[in-house]
């Protein structure tokens, strides 16, 4: 690494986009950065492990989180919170270490606020179309939540002027590869 602090990696976009399938990706071709996991009261899925893809908490435990000011941001989405645990992030940084964040567009305002350094990509769908089937393709959400999320999808393509780069998602190797040549362009 050729600094020597860490930074922090912001990567947003609606869900669906494939992120978490970009981000993994990223991370085989750059190992020694780390991931950070997030905090969520969702039900966990069938292939997540707790403390791995989230650490998942009641919405009690996510408030009292909150009110001690332990998350560097942290968002309500359709019914459920997501946050942000600010310790781990600042000790990568801190130790040198790259940290890859993968964030909702309300969260990476916060952070963008607090860490300007920060690298921001927002990754989009190659079209609406695409995104609807990748979300139905899941099949985790009731026909209420996938429109729930189609129209929250529709509001956080417009927060993409925020960020400084972004990344069209058509295809996961490639959009991992754009990533990664943005992230070596700020070393």
Excluded: W
């Excluded at 695409?130 to 429109?147: F, N, P």
């Amino acid at each position: 690494m050729s600094s020597e602090k860490g930074r922090i990696i912001v990567i947003s976009g609606p869900s669906g986009t494939g992120k978490g399938s970009i981000i993994a990706r990223l991370l085989e071709l750059r190992p020694q950065m780390k991931f950070s996991v997030s905090a969520t009261t969702r039900v966990r899925r069938e292939n997540e492990e707790d403390g791995v893809a989230y650490y998942f908490m009641t919405h009690d435990r996510f408030r009292e989180m909150i009110s001690r000011d332990e998350f560097l941001e942290y968002a309500e989405y359709v019914g459920e919170f997501y946050g942000t645990p600010k310790q781990p992030i600042y000790d990568c940084v801190k130790n040198g270490t790259d940290i890859v964040l993968d964030i909702e567009v309300k969260g990476a305002r916060q952070i963008m606020s607090k860490e300007p350094e920060a690298i921001t990509i927002f990754v989009t769908p190659p079209n609406m179309d695409e995104l609807e089937r990748r979300l139905r393709v899941r099949g985790t959400d009731s026909e209420e939540k996938m429109k729930a999320r189609l129209e929250r999808a529709r509001a956080e393509l417009e927060e993409k002027v925020y960020y400084d780069n972004i990344v069209v998602n058509d295809n996961v190797n490639h959009a991992a590869e754009e990533i990664l040549s943005i992230i070596i362009g700020k070393e």
